[in-house]
């Protein structure tokens, strides 16, 4: 699977963790920044995650900070991504089936690189129920829809 990551400061030591565990399981990693604990803003590396994604250049991306929340918000300004934060596997595995989450974000100040690991699992391979969900997904869609004027996904 292709995969898009980013993280702040905060989240960069659970990414150094993840990064090369991800590759070794066979998936193809794009890694957004940041490269190291010096501070940095997270949105634009968030957003970056989210549009490799909506761009069809990653099937999903995973967005890592202190808590997780930040990068969630900031991933899911961009059209197109449901993010979901994730701090147990009953959680990525409902951000899945249910609600097609397609980024994932997580607090590494909150989740263990081991726990991670299995939350990152859950998430690539839990598939999406569809059926009544789908109707759900939709009418998020047509919200996202609305709020840009009707103009469709670039």
Same mark, same amino acid.
């Given at each position: 699977?292709?995969?898009?990551?980013?993280? %702040?400061?905060?989240? &960069?030591?659970?990414? $150094?963790?993840? /990064?090369? !565990?991800?590759?070794?399981?066979?998936?193809?990693?794009? %890694?957004?920044?940041?490269?190291?604990?010096?501070?940095?803003?997270?949105?634009?590396? #968030? $957003? +970056?995650?989210?549009?490799?994604? =909506?761009?069809?250049?990653?099937?999903?991306?995973?967005?890592?900070?202190?808590?997780?929340?930040?990068?969630?918000?900031?991933?899911? @300004? /961009?059209?197109?991504?449901?993010?979901?934060? #994730?701090? %147990? /596997? !009953?959680?990525?595995?409902? +951000?899945?089936?249910?609600?097609? +989450?397609?980024?994932?974000?997580?607090?590494?100040?909150?989740? +263990?690189?081991?726990?991670? @690991? *299995?939350? =990152?699992? =859950? &998430?690539?391979?839990?598939?999406? *129920?569809?059926?009544?969900?789908?109707?759900?997904?939709?009418?998020?869609?047509?919200?996202? %829809?609305?709020?840009?004027?009707?103009?469709?996904?670039?």
């Amino acid at each position: 699977m292709h995969i898009a990551i980013a993280s %702040d400061h905060a989240g &960069f030591p659970l990414k $150094a963790v993840l /990064v090369p !565990w991800l590759e070794e399981q066979g998936h193809d990693v794009v %890694d957004l920044g940041t490269h190291s604990e010096e501070s940095v803003d997270y949105p634009p590396l #968030c $957003a +970056a995650a989210g549009r490799t994604v =909506v761009r069809g250049e990653a099937e999903r991306a995973i967005v890592l900070g202190g808590s997780g929340q930040g990068e969630q918000i900031a991933a899911n @300004k /961009v059209r197109g991504i449901r993010a979901a934060l #994730c701090h %147990d /596997v !009953w959680l990525a595995r409902m +951000a899945r089936s249910h609600n097609d +989450a397609n980024v994932l974000s997580m607090g590494a100040r909150v989740v +263990a690189a081991a726990m991670a @690991k *299995e939350i =990152v699992t =859950v &998430f690539l391979d839990t598939p999406f *129920e569809g059926d009544r969900h789908a109707a759900r997904i939709q009418q998020l869609s047509a919200i996202e %829809d609305e709020e840009a004027g009707g103009r469709p996904i670039q």
